[in-house]
């Protein structure tokens, strides 16, 4: 078993930033491939990003890529999400999710945050 708690969230005004950070504990959580999912009010959660369990290789949705970074760091059993140059759009309640490999569905993750609210205001 895996705990994910995520952090960081709030309110920020357009082109302004934000880094999410999520620690997890319990089962060898560095094992895992880590990734960032998304959810709008009405609207299906959404991938935003993956990394690796060596944090080398990460992965991101075309248009989330060159504003956001994943990174993570084992020894703090941490995986963070900076968010720059944030636009009204991304507002929305933001999960971490702990999985085996680095996809874009929500179904191949199997442990998860409880979110964390983001809110960009125009």
């Known amino acids: 078993q895996v705990q994910l708690v995520e952090s960081g969230g709030g309110l920020v005004q357009t082109g302004g930033s934000l880094r999410l950070s999520c620690v997890g504990s319990?089962?060898?959580?560095?094992?895992?491939?880590m990734g960032w999912f998304r959810q709008a009010p009405g609207k299906e959660r959404e991938f935003v990003a993956a990394?690796?369990?060596?944090?080398?290789?990460?992965y991101y949705v075309d248009s989330m890529k060159g504003r956001f970074t994943i990174s993570r760091d084992n020894a703090k059993n941490t995986v963070y999400l900076q968010m720059n140059s944030l636009k009204p759009e991304d507002t929305a309640v933001y999960y971490c999710?702990?999985?085996?490999?680095?996809?874009?569905?929500?179904?191949?993750?199997?442990?998860w945050g409880q979110g964390a609210q983001v809110t960009v205001s125009s």
């Open positions: 999710a702990a999985g085996t490999a680095p996809t874009a569905w929500v179904k191949d993750y199997q442990y």
């Open positions: 319990g089962r060898t959580a560095s094992w895992y491939v």
């Open positions: 990394i690796s369990g060596s944090g080398t290789t990460p």
